[in-house]
């Protein structure tokens, strides 16, 4: 096989990387790009042995990596931050051209936070594994944060390598070891991200890549009796059949998962803001997780509100994504295309009203998808995550219903009010169940913030103390006073 491909103009290993090298594999699968559906590359495809081999370098490496002192991993990470500082422009060219997101936004945002993620832990890793000594009844009490070994890190195809790098920073800074498997439908900048910590002097084994399907890759990694930390972000589904496979394992995870989230237009918001609110939906071809994909607002303003956001949303300009003018390109795959087609195609067969959109973009024709505002939605699409350019709007009379119909999911990622009245802001905000609650604004959140969901959103937080918290055994320490043959102790 090749073992390169140029994407965009850029060069890209398509081999796994394990133990601090390229490893060709005999088998391959194909990688399609959205914007056009053609074929990219062959990859590497991963199998049990390639895991194996992960697992054992990254175990082998381990003891040297967790040894080192915080300070020195840090300034290696900083090293990867400066590294992918420099590479913007091509990890923005490969993964737009791998998962159709919008190049300004990688240019922009999306790569500048990934070296972020490296930065901000290096920093938060030399502040929090120092904790202070605690004192009771003159004993000292030493709570320190061991590494906690091995780490299995599966990541999704809608912001591959935002998502990786915000659980690699951590997990490195811990002293962790790392073994990633990218997503199939995106998994090219994982491969130029070995080539930049390798080049920032991360040791061999520390971190290591197997690419592949879930099936063939993914399983036996969260299956190892030798990997120590799962943390996967993904679809509920997946995430069960994860839980089961390292029961028996006995291993810790964090999973970041799928959600519905509310978004709550009150009668007093600002409804020029409301609707931009609204609006940021439909961002990534609405493919992503914590996008409010559930408009309920106070019926004394829902035409005008309705109105606003259809016209809005209908000037959103689809096409090639390397466009900067663009603003919506194309679904991720064939597969995901026609699943969300179902959604909306049986909510209309349930009394859906379309408001915008409600199916393919037949100018464009391929993968893109017209973005959809419908009214009087069904069960179905109300409550399951459609995870595309879909949006659904209802009315409530009151507070009360607003937070009773926002609370009413499985689901707990994130919700979004909109409101002019601080005290109802913060009575609202309580009350709703979800990991992250932004009122009067969308998608901030400081690194050192705790991430993460309840219900079938997931298990645990993330973010600063709650990641050094998942990816280090916390040990306590406990000095006597007496006992002692020198005069040294205390």
């Given amino acids: ?47 049990p042995d390639d895991v194996d081999a992960a697992v054992a370098a990254a175990r082998a490496a381990f003891p040297a990596w967790a040894a080192l002192p915080v300070a020195e991993r840090s300034a290696i990470l900083r090293r990867a931050a400066d590294g992918i500082e420099a590479r913007i422009e091509d990890l923005s060219r490969v993964e737009t051209l791998d998962n159709g997101s919008l190049i300004r936004s990688h240019r922009r945002g999306v790569m500048p936070r990934v070296a972020l993620n490296f930065r901000a832990f290096a920093d938060y890793a030399e502040k929090q594994l120092g904790h202070p000594d605690l004192s009771v009844r003159n004993h000292r009490e030493r709570i320190t944060y061991d590494p906690a070994g091995v780490v299995a890190i599966i990541t999704p195809w809608n912001a591959p390598l935002m998502l990786a790098t915000w659980r690699i920073g951590p997990a490195l800074a811990a002293g962790d070891t790392v073994v990633l498997k990218p997503p199939e439908w995106a998994p090219l900048t994982a491969s130029l991200l070995a080539d930049v910590l390798h080049e920032a002097g991360v040791p061999a084994g520390v971190f290591n890549v197997v690419q592949g399907t879930g099936a063939d890759a993914g399983a036996p990694l969260t299956a190892h009796e030798d990997v120590d930390r799962i943390a996967f972000t993904g679809s509920v589904p997946t995430a069960g059949v994860i839980a089961r496979a390292a029961a028996p394992n006995i291993v810790p995870l964090s999973f970041e998962l799928g959600g519905k989230s509310p978004l709550l237009v009150f009668e007093d918001a600002d409804l020029d803001l409301a609707v931009d609110i609204a609006v940021e939906q439909f961002d990534n071809a609405g493919q992503v997780c914590l996008k409010a994909a559930r408009m309920l607002v106070q019926a004394s303003i829902a035409d005008e509100f309705t109105a606003r956001l259809v016209e809005k949303a209908a000037a959103l300009r689809q096409g090639d994504p390397r466009d900067e003018r663009t603003d919506q390109s194309a679904l991720v795959s064939r597969r995901h295309f026609e699943r969300i087609d179902g959604f909306v195609r049986r909510a209309i067969a349930d009394g859906a009203t379309v408001k915008l959109g409600g199916g393919p973009n037949e100018e464009l024709g391929g993968l893109y998808y017209r973005p959809t505002v419908l009214t009087d939605p069904g069960e179905e699409i109300r409550t399951e995550e459609v995870f595309g350019p879909v949006v659904t709007i209802e009315t409530f009379a009151d507070e009360p219903e607003a937070v009773e119909r926002a609370n009413d999911t499985r689901f707990g990622l994130a919700a979004t009010l909109v409101t002019g009245d601080r005290s109802r802001a913060e009575r609202v905000s309580h009350r709703l169940n979800a990991g992250t609650v932004w009122v009067n604004c969308f998608f901030v959140r400081d690194l050192e913030a705790p991430f993460g969901g309840n219900g079938r959103s997931g298990i645990g937080r993330e973010g600063g103390p709650w990641s050094f918290d998942f990816y280090c055994d916390v040990k306590n320490s406990v000095f006597s006073p007496v006992g002692w043959k020198d005069s040294t102790h205390g």
């Fill in 1 to 47: 096989m090749d073992h390169f491909a140029t994407v965009d103009g850029v060069r890209v290993d398509l081999r796994h990387w394990i133990g601090g090298r390229r490893v060709p594999s005999d088998r391959t699968f194909a990688d399609v790009s959205p914007i056009d559906e053609q074929e990219i590359a062959r990859v590497a495809a991963g199998g």
